[in-house]
Structure formats: structure tokens, C-alpha cells
Nanobody, 117 residues
């Protein structure tokens, strides 16, 4: 059974930093990739970035490149999303997802990030 649980969200101000965590259970059932996504109010869910659990290779959307960093701690089965220089438009529910069968099949319930001025 695969379970992903996000944590670390909250209310911050513009320019602040925040680190989200994604605890992955049942890792054997997912492929090598874990992704981060977000959904802002009234908008579709969008890709933020992803990481290879084996190599730690990462890729990011252009909108967060240079400000957000994804990392993993395999000993803790945890993937992190470090967000720096947060902007109001980064307000969203952030989700992590595990890839299986070529698609992001397993999703967490999300954690709310609110950035205020």
C-alpha cells in the first residue's frame, strides 16, 4: 500500500521561506520519481518539480526554478520541497505524488501554503 503524506504548510509572508515534507510509505510500489504539484484557488493543478529517488536528479518548472529546491532523504523515506523568496502567487495547496506505470498514480492529500503581503 502506497501512502504519501505532506506536511509543513502554513501562513508566511512574501520573501519568507518554507520547507514542505512528503513522507512516502510503500515506496516499493512506485517508480523512481516523486513529484511536487500545486493547485491555486480557481486554477488547474500544475507541476512544480520532481526528483529521482535513486540519483537525486531534479527538474523544475520555469516558474520556480532558482527559488525552489527538491531533495530527498531515503533513510527517512522523505522528499522535501524547499521554497525560498515566496510570492503571493505561490499560495496554493501543494501535493506530492509517486509515479507508477508511467503516470503519477499515488497522491497525498496536500498541504496548504498561504503567502501574504
Amino acid at each position: 500500500q502506497v501512502e504519501l503524506v505532506e506536511s509543513g504548510g502554513g501562513l508566511v509572508h512574501t520573501g519568507d521561506s518554507l520547507r514542505l515534507s512528503c513522507q512516502v510509505s510503500g515506496r516499493a510500489f512506485i517508480s523512481d520519481l516523486v513529484g511536487w504539484f500545486r493547485q491555486a484557488p480557481g486554477k488547474e493543478r500544475e507541476f512544480v518539480g520532481r526528483i529521482s529517488l535513486s540519483t537525486a536528479d531534479t527538474s523544475y518548472s520555469d516558474s520556480v526554478k532558482g527559488r525552489f529546491t527538491i531533495s530527498r532523504d531515503n533513510a527517512r523515506d522523505t522528499v522535501y520541497l524547499q521554497m525560498n523568496s515566496l510570492k503571493i502567487e505561490n499560495t496554493a495547496v501543494y501535493y506530492c505524488a509517486g509515479l507508477a506505470g508511467g503516470q503519477y498514480l499515488y497522491w497525498g492529500r496536500g498541504t496548504q501554503v498561504t503567502v501574504s503581503s
